[in-house]
């Protein structure tokens, strides 16, 4: 399948930096909360949170099979917009009174961050 591997290939090139969008998806939503804005800032959380599995899926695979490569991808300061992204969807879904999912959230960030960080220096 050619479609395939093309997208593999587009996707091996993606930055760990990549991460931003989601977090930036995931202030926005936390920044409407307080406006009144509930419907925007849920549709902003949604859309975080269904592109949350993309830069984590890359993060894990880029780990396990692109081991080598692994500490230069995780070392610039963009690669800890993961542990970011994470903790702000994390944060909002407790906003939302989500307390377990938030909390998965926040662990994953908080075991993240460390490890992307020891990358940093």
Same mark, same amino acid.
């Given at each position: 399948?050619?479609?395939?591997?093309?997208?593999?290939?587009?996707?091996?090139?993606?930055?760990?930096?990549?991460?931003?969008?989601?977090?930036?998806?995931?202030?926005?939503?936390?920044?409407?909360?307080? %406006?009144?804005? *509930? %419907?925007? /800032?849920?549709?902003?959380?949604?859309?975080?949170?269904?592109a949350w599995?993309?830069?984590?899926?890359?993060?894990?695979?880029?780990?396990?099979?692109?081991?080598?490569?692994?500490?230069?991808?995780?070392?610039?300061?963009? /690669?800890?917009?993961?542990?970011?992204?994470? %903790?702000?969807?994390?944060?909002?879904?407790?906003?939302?009174?989500?307390?377990t999912?938030?909390? *998965?959230?926040?662990?994953v960030?908080?075991?993240?961050?460390?490890?992307l960080?020891?990358?940093?220096?």
């Open positions: 399948m050619p479609g395939i591997s093309g997208l593999r290939a587009w996707w091996s090139e993606r930055p760990p930096a990549a991460g931003t969008a989601v977090m930036a998806t995931g202030i926005v939503s936390v920044a409407l909360r307080p %406006t009144g804005d *509930e %419907t925007p /800032s849920l549709f902003f959380l949604r859309l975080g949170c269904l599995p993309a830069p984590a899926a890359d993060f894990w695979a880029r780990l396990v099979w692109r081991r080598r490569r692994w500490p230069a991808d995780a070392g610039p300061p963009g /690669s800890l917009t993961a542990a970011a992204a994470t %903790t702000v969807l994390g944060t909002r879904l407790s906003l939302l009174g989500r307390q999912l938030a909390e *998965e959230f926040l662990a960030a908080v075991l993240l961050w460390p490890v960080l020891s990358r940093w220096g």
